[in-house]
């Protein structure tokens, strides 16, 4: 049986509970045919032998009746959206909605969309002291928020709590009803996009001061929870672990991001910062703003690629553009310091980067063009077994002559391979490493002679 049929069953049960509670609040409310003591003797399904993704979440943070309520309540308009149907009810003195169901109608979406109040008045009627009681499920730091799990959507600032629209997380929702883990794809409201490469260390041919730089990393990444959690140092330390890559293109800083998330198993985002800065005032922080909200709950590195455009040189502040840009700047790197969790900002250029900002970083590595040496092994490694050089062509005079980033050797090799297949021979010929060559240095704005 597969994940989506446990939690199907584990759910459907839930429901059936919790409609029975429902229909109860109304006839202790409105009919006044039941007593309140009536809501504690309807316990929950037992979900003990029960092994679902929904039942394991319940288990793990031994769910007490009202957060079950609180979490089926969220998860309803997503999966059984009929089943609030009948809070649609009106007060017929005032021909209105009843106030106490609390829930959104939007204009497209004709369903119950449930609000804090909502399963606060489930659970508590017109109990004063049990209400102020539950609004304890909607701190910040109760596991609804801190895990990430629930989201609270309110509108407006001057809105009250109680009117916070209730919903499960993308994460969530997605665990919940495929039984996989939920990966947020690019899209103008998450402007990162998930990076990862079938490459191996092996592949990635680096200096040894970048290699000690590398280490290093690998071991926040294995221990440095343990040392904030379980040793007196931790307290000493902020947040998180930064790192900034520098170094022209092609040298490996993205490749390196990727296999640093392959070889601990954590997902790797990339986020454009040339194109999440806007014009706009505010949408900045906006756009950054949803990538650090949903990473804060899960095990990611962030890696934010063309820092030049928040942490250029900066200039003096002359009109209202420049200081909202300095807000932009601020804001990234306020929620950057509190990420607890690997951020890798990567430029091109490292004189384009304000000296200011360096303190921030707790490693700096400077990814190089490689040398004649490091070119040799790119030009050897990068060709696999499958193909052949010709033996005219001398690989330690190619080394030596073109000064070339590990990517464009890559490109050369590509262009070349492509014509061996054409010709059906799996040589690699020096007239098309040489075409390959013309090609590269003209993308750099070079000659060959």
Partial sequence: MTLKCFNAKTIAKELDWFQELI?????????????????????????????????????????????????????????????????????????????????????????????????????????????FELLSLFNKDHFF???????????????????????????????????????PDFSDHFPAKRIYTSQEWGDLIVTDHIKQGLDEIKDYLKYGEKLKNEYQFGKKIKPGFKVLFTGPPGTGKTLTASLLGKSCQMDVYRVDLSMVVSKYIGETEKNLSRVFDIAETKDWILFFDEADALFGKRSITSDAHDRYANQGVSFLLQRMEAFDGLVILCSNFKKNIDEAFFRRFQLVLDFELPDAHHRYILWNTSKTNEFHYDTEIDIEFLAEQHELSAASIVNILHYSILKSLRRNDKIIKIKDINAGLRIEKIKEGKSIV
């Fill in 23 to 131: 229909l109860l609040r109304g006839k202790i409310t409105f009919e006044q045919s039941s007593e309140e003591e009536e809501i504690l003797r309807i316990k929950p399904p037992l979900l003990e032998n029960t092994e679902s993704p929904y039942a394991n979440l319940i288990k793990k943070h031994t769910m007490g009746s009202e957060e079950r309520l609180v979490l089926i309540l969220a998860l309803i308009p997503h999966i059984k959206p009929a089943l609030l149907d009948l809070l649609h009810t009106k007060n017929r003195l005032y021909d209105i909605p009843f106030t106490e169901f609390g829930g959104i109608k939007l204009d497209k979406h004709k369903a119950y969309l449930p609000t804090i109040e909502t399963a606060i008045f489930i659970l508590a009627g017109d109990d004063l002291e049990k209400r």
């Fill in 145 to 183: 928020q801190r895990e990430g799990i629930l989201s609270l959507d309110n509108s407006s600032a001057k809105e009250p709590l109680l009117y916070s629209l209730l919903s499960v997380s993308q994460e969530y929702l997605s665990l919940f009803i495929t039984g996989e883990t939920f990966r």
